[in-house]
Each structure stands twice: as C-alpha cells, then as structure tokens.
C-alpha cells in the first residue's frame, strides 16, 4: 500500500491520481527491478494505451523529500519529461534529490513484497527512459514482456482509497 501526499508533488500525485483511475497501471508489469538501487514500472501492458499516454508529459515538481528506501517517484529522461514511469526506491537513493526526482509518497505496507519482485533481468526487459531500449516494450506490451520476460512481476490492480 502507498500513502500518497499531493503537498509533496502536486502535479505527479494528481498525474498519478489519473493514471490509477484510468485502469492505466492493471496488468502491468515491474519490467526494471534492479536490487540494491529501484523497482519500476508504469508502461501499460496494452500498447494502444501506452501510446495514449506517452506524448503527455507534465511538468517538474520541486523535491520536497528525499529518496530514501520505499518512496515512490516518476522517472524522466530530463526536465518537465514525466509521463506514466515511477520507480520505488529499495535503497536510500538520496542522490537522485538533485536530479530533480521528486518524491509521491512511500510505500507504508508491503515493502516486503516489493524486495521480493523479481530482480533477475536487472536492465534488460526494458531498462530505465534514458536506456533509450523501452521500443518493444511500448510497442508490444505485454505479449513482449510475458514472452520474453515470464519472470516478471505483474501490478495486477491500482486503486485508490481515501483515509
């Protein structure tokens, strides 16, 4: 379970929020789980809505918080580039502060689970946006993935609750 904070990254939690309401995350896979540093997912195992999605960046939030183990962040490939990609960090990744990798909220359950996701691949299921090596990925979705990549986990349904 994540606990989401809008003062932290109002545009990427209200992103996120969007995403999670749209279906965009439900039968998806963790395709970059690299242990010791992050587990990522985010590109929608249907390529029509991956592609739907893709050319809709938002722009930066400032960093509010730090990147230590089990907080949630979008990935980017440079300034005002978010679009669906987040990362949990499984480690203290603090050094990512000054890249400009604001921070959602944390993990608050499971954190367990998410050591356990399948680390095996490491970068080449798909890798990170700046790998420039997400093209099958985005374009075949899930059929590329499970195919090729039958280990990885799958983020089987977002949704949100309020407290």
Do not use: C
């Amino acid at each position: 379970m994540l606990a989401i904070e809008r003062a932290l990254a109002p545009r990427g939690v209200d992103r996120f929020y969007q995403l999670v309401q749209a279906g965009y995350f439900d039968d998806s896979r963790f395709y970059r789980v690299v242990p010791g540093f992050i587990a990522q997912f985010g590109v929608a195992g249907d390529p029509a809505v991956a592609r739907a999605w893709k050319d809709r960046p938002i722009d930066d939030d400032s960093v509010r918080a730090s990147n230590v183990r089990g907080t949630i962040a979008f990935a980017m490939n440079g300034p005002n580039t978010r679009t669906t990609q987040l990362f949990i960090s499984l480690v203290d990744n603090s050094r990512l502060d000054a890249q400009g990798f604001s921070t959602l909220g944390r993990v608050v359950s499971g954190m367990d689970v998410v050591d356990r996701l399948y680390g095996g691949y490491g970068e080449n299921a798909g890798g990170g946006i700046r790998g420039g090596r997400q093209g099958r990925m985005m374009a075949e979705g899930n059929a590329h993935l499970d195919r090729d990549y039958p280990m990885l986990d799958r983020l089987v349904r977002a949704s949100v609750t309020r407290r």
